[in-house]
């Protein structure tokens, strides 16, 4: 039989891929109607639905429907429109006002900002290569930024598109504190050994426990030995600093010299060697571990005013987020910003001594406003805020309302006394209790010198 066939679409240049692709379908099925098959009827020869198969194996239902008996399903509720989320680091030259007006955000917007960011974020702080994040609503609308300050700390700034207001917060992420060891022997001297695992705030920490003991750019040789236990603080399973030291043990020419933190039943916690003598003088040797003074105490030219004035404390030079300690026992009077000193704590001890710690990125977050801190607690961190040309702790002692040479101040502290008779058996069963922990395993870190293993455990 012979059929009139009329092409189903005009063959005229430019029509669509779709068009194209139902062409040949309707071509085929013709086609097919040539090999024999009609429209109507009802078998196929097994040549012409291997042909037909080939042509239509690749075709699926939008919705996955496989047979016209299917249960077909009805679906309910609303998918929203998803936000589009950028990550990046800051680059060289970057401001915030750049970043925050490249991103949507008018001057005023961001003067805005700018007034509610004052005491949680200085300009000055920003530094290439922090990382930040943008978000933005389906129509290209300015949602959040948030930068990371460092590895605890987190800026959110976030605007309500109804209103057109904004929201400053700070995340702090909490840590979980676990309890670690190192031991070995020393192949060049100590600081390196410690440099080597990254555990930077132990030197400091040991220099302050031995000060009156060991002078260790003279006494350090290679052959000394060393055991020390600590807290680690890890964010998940990323190591973030060292905490305290719990044990110390330094051995060399024929001596040890032991370190071994107590708290006493009035709460007081201090450094006692393995006869329960203390090794706490009233201010510890240094607030933080520095590499240098780059300014020292009296009268100077300022590097930024060009001004011959009076310096009321030492600069030390040290790393940004480098580990600050309280010198002495006491209670912080003030926590916050304070015009050019930047971040800055006050500290009130007994005697008439108050000391300041000025310039800080940030505070500790387990000792607030108020609280009563230890010799040797972690109260913030080196920094930069306030006036200053670059990281640094700018130090101060103040004795019965008048400024102290604080280098002076901290050579000629007294010790404290030893353990009571009523406390020692306490003490000595904590002794024990840290030399076992010492030769535990589980919280074993091998000599850094040669191939280390360090493994740890969570404090209870």
Same mark, same amino acid.
């Given at each position: ?31 097919? +109607?040539?090999? !024999? ?5 009802? =078998? ?5 639905? #291997?042909? $037909? /198969?080939? @042509? ?124 670690? +060891?190192?031991? !070995? ?5 100590? =600081? ?5 695992? #990254?555990? $930077? /705030?132990? @030197? ?257």
């Amino acid at each position: 039989m012979n059929h009139d066939h009329r092409p189903l679409f005009s063959s005229r240049k430019g029509f669509s891929h779709n068009k194209k692709s139902l062409y040949i379908k309707a071509f085929t099925i013709i086609s097919l +109607s040539v090999l !024999g098959l009609g429209y109507g009827i009802k =078998s196929i020869t097994p040549a012409a639905e #291997k042909l $037909y /198969s080939s @042509i239509f194996v690749n075709y699926d239902d939008e919705l996955g429907i496989t047979e016209e008996s299917a249960i077909v399903e009805i679906e309910q509720g609303e998918v929203p429109e998803k936000n589009s989320i950028v990550e990046n680091k800051i680059q060289r030259g970057e401001s915030l006002y750049i970043l925050l007006t490249a991103n949507g955000l008018s001057p005023a917007e961001v003067n805005n900002v700018s007034q509610q960011l004052k005491g949680k974020f200085s300009v000055k702080s920003l530094r290439p290569g922090q990382s930040y994040r943008v978000e933005k609503d389906p129509e290209n609308r300015f949602l959040s930024f948030s930068l990371q300050q460092s590895l605890v700390s987190t800026l959110h700034l976030e605007k309500n598109l109804e209103s057109g207001t904004f929201h400053v917060w700070q995340e702090i992420m909490e840590y979980d504190t676990r309890l670690a +060891s190192l031991t !070995g022997t020393i192949e060049s001297n100590l =600081s390196l050994e410690l440099q080597k695992n #990254k555990r $930077y /705030s132990l @030197i400091g920490q040991l220099q302050n426990l031995f000060a009156s003991k060991i002078n260790f750019r003279r006494d350090i040789h290679p052959g000394t030995t060393y055991r020390i236990l600590y807290e680690e603080n890890w964010l998940g399973e990323e190591y973030a600093n060292s905490g305290n030291i719990m044990a110390a043990e330094i051995a060399f020419n024929g001596n040890t010299y032991t370190a071994y933190r107590y708290t006493n039943a009035q709460g007081k916690t201090g450094y006692y060697d393995e006869n329960g003598r203390s090794l706490n003088s009233f201010f510890l040797a240094k607030p933080c571990n520095y590499s240098r003074i780059s300014s020292s105490f009296g009268y100077r030219r300022h590097p930024i005013l060009g001004r011959r004035h009076f310096h009321g404390g030492i600069d030390l030079a040290a790393p940004t987020g480098t580990p600050v300690y309280a010198v002495a026992d006491g209670k912080i009077v003030y926590r916050g910003r304070k015009g050019a000193a930047g971040n800055m704590i006050t500290i009130n001890h007994s005697n008439g001594y108050y000391t300041k710690y000025l310039h800080l990125s940030r505070f500790s977050s387990k000792h607030p406003y108020g609280s009563k801190v230890h010799q040797g607690d972690i109260i913030g961190y080196v920094g930069s805020t306030g006036r200053s040309t670059g990281p640094h702790l700018d130090f101060r002692v103040i004795k019965n309302g008048k400024l102290q040479n604080p280098l002076t101040a901290l050579k000629s502290s007294s010790s404290t006394r030893g353990v009571s008779k009523a406390e020692m058996q306490n003490f000595m069963a904590q002794l024990s209790v840290f030399r076992a922990q010492l030769n535990e395993s589980n919280v074993l870190v091998a000599n850094l010198s040669k191939k280390s293993i360090e493994t740890s455990t969570a404090l209870n």
